[in-house]
């Protein structure tokens, strides 16, 4: 099993930034796409970013040239650096990873969710 613990979310002003961070752990035998998605009430949950092992990136068109994905693969860590923040990017944002196990067994992983909260 793989746990993820997000950190990083709070209240901003639109125009401001944050960044969030997630960390890995157990059973972790290789680390494969990492990425966040996020859920705004009454909406689905959509792909915000993701970074594969070659740290290709890919964004959804709202965030890009304002987030960016990274991630450090010594320390099991995704980050999600958000900058120029607007009122539409209130969520609650969750890390997802593609984790192969020390079974060899790969599945994806979520975490908890951080709320990040964009008003003034």
């Known amino acids: 099993q793989v746990q993820l613990v997000e950190s990083g979310g709070g209240l901003v002003q639109p125009g401001g930034s944050l960044r969030l961070s997630c960390a890995a752990s157990?059973?972790?035998?290789?680390?494969?796409?990492m990425g966040w998605y996020r859920q705004a009430p009454g909406k689905q949950r959509e792909l915000v970013a993701v970074?594969?092992?070659?740290?290709?990136?890919t964004y959804t068109d709202s965030v890009k040239g304002r987030f960016t994905i990274s991630r450090d693969n010594a320390k099991n860590m995704v980050y999600l650096q958000m900058n120029s923040l607007k009122p539409e990017d209130t969520a609650v944002y969750y890390c997802?990873?593609?984790?192969?196990?020390?079974?060899?067994?790969?599945?994806?992983?979520w975490g908890q969710g951080t709320q990040v909260t964009v008003s003034s």
């Open positions: 997802n990873v593609d984790a192969t196990t020390g079974d060899h067994r790969r599945r994806d992983y």
């Open positions: 157990g059973s972790i035998f290789s680390l494969n796409a």
């Open positions: 970074i594969a092992s070659s740290r290709s990136t």
